[in-house]
């Protein structure tokens, strides 16, 4: 292992040395880092999840890092061009579009004005005239370079020119200083284009906006680009480029005196406008894509964590109610573990209104499967579905409590292979209706079988680099379920499959051994699953729990390696059974058993907790009994509600309307935020006050403050400014503009080098 690189890492995360090599080890050892974050604490102390990802995925990169860094090195010394100081230089670089830059002069390029030139014999030319000779004639020089394919002595200083052009854009340092200064100054600009398909106006506050580029938020970078790919708008940059030109011809020139200023000066503006100035636009453009993305992917994945963890209600017999207009709505009772008790239909609305009978159906549905709680997809007709419901409750004085549930990914699921593999008999729609109850009854075990991209809780998510985003939106599918665990004995194939150590193969082999042999009664029997070896157990046994059977030890999240160490501890401490919540462990009883301070207290938790639920610290969720309807606001208006999204600029609430009210981000906090999931997650049960109400088209604005308090807020802010700009006009005034030298210092102090 590289001890450079794991200091390095150890010191971003603030955690120690031996923490990260030890963590390293671990993975080298094939263990999987739920694994490694739950039963192995006392090597990492105490990494999480994110840690552990961070350190093997930021360690691959220094090493792809090192190996490119070498791999270049070689290459310029193969062409006899490499010395000390490019060495240094590529050795002190931190990321690869640096060793990149440095590499551009000595890469092989596609046929280039330069190369060309290069190719007719004209570098002698261009590097007597970067020679800045002081005597001479031009015209002279140049005619000693004429052959069959330079055939003027105008052809020949042009060509000597465009090399000294595509020197000025290949010049690391100069590339790197004007970017600092594009980036720090400049400002994007789009511009709408003629022509262009935008009939609803999504897009209209990009036809003529100008703003800093150090100012543009990430969602807006989205919709940008978006635009720009749908040919909406143009998108260019302003900033003082006659500033840097000049910047650049100092840069050849070294304020001596030459005869072939003006040729370089003209060779260098075109080396700048021509190559330099739309490379480094480029670059610009693509990291603020790149962060603006993985912002997305990260909100995306925070967001899909929290919808997976949110608590589900355990012991209750569940109606899945999937709404229709004109095919009737689907209904689907489900036990308390999920399995489908019946199907049926129903036809409230347009255009059959067939209420009185719908009513009784439900009625007896309720009655006769002891339904407890009613779960309604919110998609079409889901606001004339929720107030039959709510009739039907009222009108029947029924204790009964129903809940609005996103339908997200429903229709997907439905039609894939996994539902048909479980409901073959049903329609498409009669499998929502299972679904929408199972995402009320255990969300993590129903949305798992989902592809997470098709569940509705990203922005911008089909513009995301795919692969990225896969990528972690499994990882946050991997914390989610192992540290919530799964039933052996009544887990789905696909819940099985993310359970640490086991695969799609070896989910199906434990599913296949349940269905052949009947339940498990103790782990052990994982080894006799086909293709589950040793080290397979080792990564999953405890994870996996089996509820009732020979084991009393396999319910817990006590791994089996522990289980001596557990029964020590239970007999010194005179505990005879789980589940005592104020089992105690003295100190003195405890010292001397040998277990270390982690494991120890994951077991005590676990004697005292068996069956505990990872999820269970989480809001349920939200129960009605009564319908709201947008007639019934007022500004000012107190709700509760579920926050259903969270997006850069705010957060989407449902608060039992046809469509989810948004909280601004500027109405999440008294203080400064810089992004909502500072205030909110998904799943989260809040308290809103109505904003603003647009009955016309149905849309409610909310916030997480009362009005008056927003007020007071708002004017504070607005006293706060108004003091700060009689300061600055106090003060005397400071350059707008970032000079050379101002770039050159941060640049130097990026790089860690004196100035």
Not at 38 to 51: I, M, N, S
Not at 515 to 524: A, L, P
Not at 708 to 731: F, L, P, T, V
Request: proline share 3%; aromatic share 6%; hydrophobic share 35%.
């Amino acid at each position: 292992m590289n001890e450079s690189i794991i200091s390095a890492i150890a010191k971003k995360l603030k955690v120690g040395v031996d923490q990260v090599t030890n963590t390293l080890s671990l993975l080298e050892e094939g263990n999987t880092v739920p694994f490694i974050a739950r039963y192995r604490k006392e090597a990492t102390r105490g990494l999480d999840e994110e840690q552990i990802l961070y350190i093997e995925k930021q360690y691959q990169y220094e090493v792809n890092l090192a190996e490119r860094k070498e791999a270049v090195l070689k290459l310029i010394a193969e062409q006899g061009k490499l010395t000390d100081e490019i060495t240094n230089e590529i050795n002190a670089c931190t990321k690869l579009s640096q060793v990149e830059d440095l590499y551009r002069p000595y890469k092989q390029k596609k046929k280039t004005r330069a190369g060309v030139a290069i190719k007719n014999g004209l570098q002698p030319l261009a590097d007597w005239m970067l020679g800045l000779p002081e005597e001479g004639n031009l015209q002279e020089e140049a005619s000693k370079y004429l052959n069959e394919n330079v055939t003027s002595v105008e052809d020949a200083i042009q060509g000597a020119k465009d090399i000294i052009a595509e020197n000025a854009s290949d010049n690391a340092q100069l590339r790197w200083k004007f970017k600092e200064i594009i980036e720090s100054t400049g400002v994007l600009v789009t511009k709408e284009k003629k022509d262009h398909q935008d009939e609803k106006k999504v897009y209209e506050m990009y036809y003529d906006r100008s703003e800093k580029v150090t100012q543009i938020a990430n969602h807006r970078i989205m919709a940008i680009d978006r635009a720009e790919k749908e040919k909406v708008i143009t998108v260019t940059f302003s900033y003082d480029d006659a500033h840097l030109v000049d910047e650049a011809c100092n840069e050849f020139l070294k304020g001596s005196k030459t005869i072939v200023e003006n040729e370089i000066r003209e060779a260098v503006d075109d080396g700048c406008h021509r190559l330099l100035f739309p490379s480094i636009e480029n670059e610009i453009r693509s990291d603020l894509s790149d962060r603006a993305q993985t912002s997305s992917i990260e909100i995306f994945s925070m967001n899909l964590e929290k919808l997976l963890l949110q608590p589900p209600l355990k012991g209750r017999v569940v109606l899945g109610f999937d709404p229709a207009f004109r095919t009737g709505c689907k209904l689907a009772v489900l036990d308390e573990t999920g399995k489908m008790l019946h199907i049926d239909k129903i036809f409230p609305h347009e255009p059959v209104n067939n209420i009185e009978g719908s009513k009784a159906k439900l009625l007896d549905l309720i009655k006769e499967y002891h339904v407890q709680i009613i779960a309604i997809g919110n998609g079409t007709a889901s606001r004339e579905s929720e107030r039959f419901v709510a009739d039907v409750i009222k009108e029947n004085n029924l204790d009964v409590s129903y809940a609005i549930v996103s339908e997200a990914g429903a229709s997907v699921y439905s039609a894939g292979e996994i539902a048909r593999a479980e409901f073959p008999d049903l329609h498409v729609e009669e499998r929502s209706a299972v679904s929408i109850g199972r995402r009320l009854l255990d969300p993590l075990a129903e949305l798992i079988k989902i592809d997470p991209k098709s569940i509705g809780v990203g922005q911008y998510q089909h513009d995301l680099p795919q692969k990225a985003l896969t990528e972690r939106l499994d990882e946050a599918i991997m914390k989610c379920v192992n540290r919530t665990g799964a039933d052996l004995n009544t887990a789905s194939i696909e819940l099985l499959t993310h359970i640490s150590g086991l695969n799609s193969a070896t989910a199906k082999e434990i599913v296949n051994y349940r269905n052949t042999n009947g339940r498990f009664t103790n782990r052990e029997q994982l080894k006799l699953v086909k293709k589950l070896g040793d080290k397979t157990f080792q990564q999953c046994a405890g994870f996996l729990r089996i509820v009732g059977g020979d084991e009393p030890l396999d319910e817990t999240s006590i791994h089996p390696e522990s289980y001596e160490a557990a029964k020590k501890l239970m007999e010194a401490c005179g505990i005879t059974k789980l589940g005592v919540a104020e089992a105690e462990f003295p100190e003195d009883r405890v010292s001397g058993l040998g277990i270390d301070t982690y494991t120890l207290n994951d077991i005590e938790e676990a004697i005292r907790q068996p069956l505990r639920d990872y999820r269970d610290q989480f809001e349920g969720a939200l129960l009605k009994s009564d319908v709201l309807e947008i007639s019934d606001l007022h500004v000012g208006d107190q709700l509760s509600g579920t926050v259903r999204n969270v997006v850069d600029f705010g957060a989407f609430v449902d608060i039992g309307l046809h469509e989810d009210g948004l909280v601004h981000v500027s109405k999440m906090s008294m203080n400064r935020i810089s992004h909502p999931s500072e205030v909110v997650s998904v799943g989260d049960i809040v308290k809103v006050y109505v904003a603003g109400i647009d009955e016309g088209k149905g849309k409610v604005q909310l916030s997480l403050l009362p009005l008056s308090d927003i007020e007071k807020r708002d004017a504070m802010w607005h006293q706060n400014r108004g003091n700060q700009k009689k300061n600055r006009k106090a003060q005397p005034k400071k350059n707008e503009p970032v000079t050379m030298e101002d770039a050159t210092a941060r640049l130097l102090e990026r790089f860690g080098k004196k100035h």
